[in-house]
């Protein structure tokens, strides 16, 4: 199982910047996905979720109507569109597969990290 994610930048404060998450390896459908970031010296957080075919989405608090998550079963990809960036958004955004859930325990399989980088 692979998952690369990419689209990663630096923009400034309101810009907006679509991550993507190729997935391989596994029957993509099947899985739900997850998007975490990390900033420097705190924990992983949850960002969104979208659950396998017709399963729903879920955003974290501090991302809801900024953040989308969308999946493309054709391509065996998921994104996360990013509205309104702020710098307290600055993470390193991963990708994961396995669940829905806002626990990053709750995943089995993780890509290698993006970052985001969002200037004042």
């Known amino acids: 199982v692979q998952l690369q994610a990419s689209g990663g930048g630096w923009v400034q404060a309101g810009d907006s910047l679509r991550l993507s998450c190729a997935a391989s390896?596994?029957?993509?459908?099947?899985?739900?996905m997850g998007w975490f970031r990390q900033a420097p010296g705190a924990e992983r957080e949850f960002v969104a979720a979208?659950?396998?075919?017709?399963?729903?989405?879920f955003y974290a608090d501090s991302v809801k109507g900024r953040f989308t998550i969308s999946r493309d079963h054709a391509r065996n990809t998921v994104h996360l569109q990013m509205r309104r960036l702020q710098p307290e958004d600055t993470a390193v955004y991963y990708c994961a597969a396995g669940s829905a859930r806002d626990d990053p325990r709750a995943y089995e399989y993780w890509g290698q990290g993006t970052l985001v980088t969002v200037s004042s």
């Open positions: 979208s659950g396998r075919s017709g399963g729903g989405t």
């Open positions: 390896g596994y029957t993509f459908r099947w899985y739900d």
